[in-house]
């Protein structure tokens, strides 16, 4: 038996015996509590400073999703709709999902157009369901509009994460005015306000249904738009009728700056049939060094030029031990999606022995494997899609809390102290204000940037509060006075078994 058919058969087992439906969960703020689904997002090289999102804690606009398959190229992560999740990953049997936001709570509409028609406009309600920005961009009034905005700081120059985009309005509405879309907004130090990141990439094109498609087959004159990144949804585990493939944002930034993502999607020109945007869990990160690796057509074996970026990898990595590299594996589209996984796996696995090699320790080490799902370049021609056989390689941003990145330190300012620091169990912390009049919280941060507990501080000028840390990992932590969402003081602590 040759490798590559082992390889092909090994796929095909991995592919039958992991089949199973996506799991989907709309948020919910006991069993699914929003809080945890917003933090999953971050990982190395991000602080997370606060959150806010237009809809209530009962809202079926957002939820998790988990997909042990990877078909979509997203194990886990959150799905944000112009609907309600919760009947988005099914079998395609709906080409006409429609979810409303009402004051009575999430309906799913049935019917024929104008039926669902009549009845969206019946029950939304106008607070929060109009996107601005979004009709700016694609000319059109929206409905059924989400917004969610991140407060973060960067510890490296590069931001980024991953996300795809999924609609019900692919095909038939392919080049009309019913273009349902969303964008990434981002502003602080350095940019222009509101840049909008949702764009193909290489250009500033914004992603939505009339420029990412692959033409609408009820209209034979309309030619394709950036077909390399969609995907027509033939047996995916998803309602959406098209989606994009898995597609990346990367801005440079100014490290140890505030900056906010605003992350909004809509449906345009009326309220049915939805849309949906889906963030990877742990892809907001930033990191400073990224190198690639390429490799022959269904080919793991690293050849030279693979060999020396590796090493100047790892000789980057010895002289950084706090940091962390992500490596990804990527393929071109020839041969099945499970097949090209597998390959993806191997082109890491490969990596990651030649790291080892160099002494990486494998706990400085994160892996991922996207296989075909995440093109930078035109899989239809020939000498191209030899640039999305590859391996990326990026050195993470560090997650201690420097004071000096975080905020200026100035006088008169209020004060935070832990009463016992080492602490185990139970960590007291003490806190002086300089004013009552003010919106205050207490934020603990982990070693790797997560969010882990946020304590509300009312009406008392001093005073002490107490956490239980029972159930925390040993390690550093670092806990922050927030005042009127401003950073007053930063203190580090450090937890013993």
Not at 300 to 323: C, G, H, M, R
Request: some cysteine; proline content about 4%.
């Amino acid at each position: 038996m040759t490798s590559k058919t082992a390889l092909i058969l090994a796929a095909l087992i991995i592919s039958i015996t992991s089949f199973s439906q996506i799991a989907v969960k709309p948020q919910n703020a006991t069993s699914n509590p929003l809080d945890s689904l917003i933090q999953n997002l971050v990982t190395d090289g991000i602080i997370l400073k606060s959150y806010s999102i237009n809809q209530s804690e009962h809202s079926e606009a957002i939820g998790s999703f988990e997909d042990s398959t990877l078909g979509l190229g997203l194990e886990k992560g959150i799905i944000l709709s112009s609907g309600s999740v919760r009947p988005v990953f099914q079998k395609n049997d709906s080409s006409k999902l429609t979810g409303v936001q009402s004051a009575e709570g999430t309906k799913i509409l049935k019917g024929k157009d104008h039926e669902m028609q009549e009845k969206s406009k019946f029950y939304q309600v106008s607070k929060g369901h109009q996107i601005l920005e979004l009709e700016a961009i694609l000319g059109a009034r929206t409905f059924d509009g989400l917004r969610l905005e991140l407060e973060l700081i960067p510890t490296s120059d590069t931001l980024s994460f991953r996300y795809l985009f999924g609609s019900e309005e692919y095909d038939e509405y392919v080049g009309s005015t019913f273009n349902d879309g969303f964008a990434f907004f981002i502003s602080g130090p350095g940019l222009s306000k509101n840049e909008n990141l949702a764009v193909i990439p290489g250009t500033q094109t914004p992603i939505s249904i009339n420029n990412v498609n692959n033409g609408n087959p009820g209209n034979p004159k309309l030619k394709p738009k950036n077909p390399t990144f969609y995907v027509k949804n033939e047996d995916l585990k998803i309602q959406y009728d098209g989606l994009t493939t898995l597609l990346e944002i990367k801005q440079k930034v100014e490290p140890g700056k505030t900056y906010v993502i605003t992350i909004v999607i809509a449906d345009i020109a009326d309220g049915i049939m939805d849309s949906g945007v889906l963030i990877e869990n742990s892809s907001i990160m930033s990191y400073s060094d990224s190198y690639v690796a390429h490799f022959s057509s269904n080919s793991s074996s690293l050849n030279q030029d693979a060999l020396t970026v590796t090493e100047t990898v790892a000789k980057k990595l010895i002289q950084k031990p706090k940091q962390r590299v992500l490596i990804t594996g990527h393929t071109d589209a020839d041969g099945s999606s499970e097949y090209n996984l597998s390959l993806a796996e191997d082109r890491v696995n490969e990596i990651v022995d030649e790291l080892n090699y160099h002494g990486i320790p494998t706990d400085q080490i994160i892996t991922s494997f996207k296989g075909e799902s995440m093109p930078i370049a035109d899989n239809f021609d020939n000498t191209e899609k030899g640039k999305n056989r590859r391996v990326e390689m990026r050195i993470l941003g560090e997650n201690e809390w420097i004071d000096e990145m975080i905020e200026p330190k100035t006088q008169n300012v209020s004060d935070l102290s832990a009463q016992s620091n080492p602490f185990q169990n139970e960590l007291y912390l003490n806190y002086s204000l300089t004013s009552v009049d003010t919106n205050t919280e207490i934020a603990i941060i982990d070693a790797f940037g997560k969010l882990i507990k946020r304590i509300k501080v009312l009406g008392n000028d001093q005073g002490q509060v107490l956490v239980p840390t029972s159930h925390w990992s040993s390690g550093k932590y670092n806990c922050s006075l927030i005042e009127n969402n401003k950073i007053s003081k930063t203190i580090k602590v450090l937890k013993t078994n």
